[in-house]
């Protein structure tokens, strides 16, 4: 196989392909997320043309090339220029490029700043989580495994709060429930819970079978990974399931996406089937609306942290999408909504940093470092049980 013509080719264009594939990944990442395999893999083979056309036109041109052979001063003269030309350009973009501090703990006050008569932000000398880093900054949850990935179906113990306590809660949903974790976890720990969480990428609590694009058909084990932890919920008959979700997902018919309007009718109708399904447990049923989608605020807050309103998103943008939850709630009487827009925006204004906390790690996901200052709030607003310990 190594002797065929097109492997043998293969090998003389693996230089310019090397120099090609790896910038091209990168790129499609921030455009579009993470890859899937047979994405990755199609990035690679598309980075076949332009390496082919560096091979032919460069590389193949002046190794071969009479005229720089004859002239081996002027070709060394040559190669150390471009060489230095490009060093020389990659240290004046390091040092172009704006360096974002991070903000230490003791400084990092976040949603409590926005509603102490404080307004919204303006200017920052360090943010936290720094806006390089915030992509990772997903809290204790996600990194012990307990945002199940899109191919497992099954959630780990994921036991946090007070361990041993009697009252159990649970955190129930998708990435945009996982979100919550942060806070409440301290409040569990405040009100002497035992916290579980079933959360996992890209599944919602709703009783439907989500389409996949990058699948073209259904995402089937995510009903079986549900269908689990609704089982795990009634073994543990916890005294409040926090449900969360993200609210633009497209729902499948037959292996065919449904249209905007009809996924969003038919997550409502999952949904409802899901909280009639909890009503045996006899948990209470909180819903947290979904949090702003303002887009990607963190190369925005870190070239203008002394302009940070322009990073700011308006209550048109930051909520263009429809309301699933708030639907449910109105559907199905014995859930309690909460709404943390009023938290999160003021005047007309989502802003990308709220007390020297970096609020979204991504384009419609909450830090976990921002997310941890809601705990006072949450804990405000969670139903108040019998059982607990006084606060």
Same mark, same amino acid.
């Given at each position: 196989?190594l002797?065929?013509?097109?492997?043998?080719?293969?090998?003389?264009?693996?230089?310019?392909?090397?120099?090609?594939?790896w910038p091209?990944?990168?790129?499609a990442g921030?455009?579009w997320?993470?890859?899937?395999p047979w994405?990755?893999? @199609?990035v690679v083979?598309?980075s076949?043309?332009?390496?082919?056309?560096?091979?032919?036109l460069?590389e193949?041109?002046? *190794?071969?090339?009479?005229l720089?052979s004859a002239?081996?001063r002027?070709s060394? =003269? @040559?190669g150390?220029?471009c060489t230095?030309?490009a060093?020389?350009?990659?240290?004046?973009?390091?040092?172009?490029?704006p360096?974002?501090?991070t903000?230490? =703990?003791?400084?990092?006050?976040g949603?409590p700043? =926005?509603?102490?008569?404080h307004?919204?932000?303006?200017?920052?000398?360090?943010v936290?989580?720094?806006?390089a +880093?915030?992509? $990772?900054?997903r809290?204790? /949850?996600y990194?012990d495994?307990c945002?199940?990935?899109?191919?497992?179906d *099954?959630?780990?113990?994921?036991v946090?709060? &007070?361990?041993?306590?009697?009252?159990?809660?649970?955190?129930?949903? $998708?990435?945009?429930a996982?979100?919550?974790?942060?806070?409440l976890d301290r409040v569990?720990?405040?009100?002497?819970?035992? @916290?579980?969480?079933l959360?996992?990428?890209?599944?919602?609590a709703s009783d439907?079978?989500?389409?996949?694009?990058?699948?073209?058909?259904?995402? &089937?084990?995510c009903?079986?990974?549900?269908?689990r932890?609704? &089982?795990?919920?009634?073994?543990?008959?916890?005294?409040?399931?926090?449900?969360?979700?993200f609210?633009?997902y497209q729902? &499948?018919?037959d292996?065919?996406?449904?249209?905007?309007d009809a996924?969003h009718?038919r997550?409502v109708?999952?949904?409802v089937d899901?909280?009639?399904?909890l009503?045996?447990?006899?948990?209470?049923?909180?819903?947290m609306?979904d949090?702003?989608?303002?887009?990607?605020?963190?190369?925005?807050?870190?070239?203008?942290?002394?302009?940070?309103?322009?990073?700011a998103?308006t209550? +048109?943008k930051?909520?263009?999408?429809v309301?699933?939850?708030?639907?449910?709630?109105r559907?199905?009487?014995?859930?309690t909504?909460?709404?943390?827009s009023s938290?999160?925006?003021? +005047?007309?204004?989502?802003?990308?940093v709220?007390g020297?906390?970096?609020?979204?790690?991504?384009? $419609?996901h909450?830090?976990?470092?921002?997310?941890?200052? /809601?705990a006072?709030?949450?804990?405000?607003?969670?139903?108040?049980?019998?059982s607990?310990?006084?606060?």
């Amino acid at each position: 196989m190594l002797s065929l013509s097109p492997t043998r080719y293969v090998g003389r264009i693996s230089y310019s392909l090397y120099l090609w594939h790896w910038p091209l990944l990168v790129f499609a990442g921030l455009l579009w997320g993470a890859l899937s395999p047979w994405a990755g893999f @199609l990035v690679v083979l598309a980075s076949v043309l332009p390496a082919i056309a560096c091979y032919e036109l460069v590389e193949r041109r002046f *190794r071969s090339s009479r005229l720089w052979s004859a002239r081996p001063r002027q070709s060394y =003269l @040559l190669g150390g220029g471009c060489t230095a030309v490009a060093a020389f350009a990659g240290i004046g973009v390091l040092a172009l490029t704006p360096t974002t501090h991070t903000a230490a =703990l003791e400084h990092v006050t976040g949603h409590p700043k =926005l509603h102490q008569g404080h307004g919204i932000q303006h200017t920052a000398h360090a943010v936290r989580p720094n806006p390089a +880093d915030a992509g $990772d900054d997903r809290g204790k /949850m996600y990194a012990d495994g307990c945002l199940v990935p899109k191919p497992k179906d *099954r959630s780990p113990k994921c036991v946090y709060g &007070d361990t041993s306590s009697s009252t159990t809660v649970v955190l129930f949903g $998708d990435s945009h429930a996982m979100q919550w974790f942060p806070a409440l976890d301290r409040v569990a720990k405040q009100r002497g819970w035992r @916290l579980v969480g079933l959360t996992k990428s890209g599944c919602p609590a709703s009783d439907v079978t989500v389409y996949l694009p990058h699948l073209h058909g259904p995402y &089937d084990v995510c009903d079986t990974w549900r269908a689990r932890a609704l &089982d795990r919920i009634k073994e543990i008959s916890p005294a409040i399931v926090v449900i969360g979700g993200f609210a633009t997902y497209q729902t &499948d018919d037959d292996g065919q996406p449904q249209s905007a309007d009809a996924s969003h009718q038919r997550l409502v109708r999952g949904y409802v089937d899901t909280l009639e399904e909890l009503k045996g447990t006899g948990a209470r049923v909180v819903l947290m609306r979904d949090t702003p989608h303002p887009g990607d605020v963190r190369q925005c807050v870190a070239n203008h942290l002394q302009h940070l309103t322009s990073c700011a998103a308006t209550n +048109d943008k930051a909520f263009g999408y429809v309301p699933i939850l708030p639907k449910v709630a109105r559907q199905f009487s014995g859930a309690t909504l909460l709404d943390s827009s009023s938290e999160l925006c003021r +005047d007309d204004t989502c802003p990308a940093v709220i007390g020297n906390a970096l609020v979204y790690r991504n384009g $419609d996901h909450l830090t976990a470092t921002f997310a941890r200052t /809601m705990a006072p709030w949450l804990n405000d607003h969670l139903p108040r049980l019998a059982s607990a310990p006084s606060t």
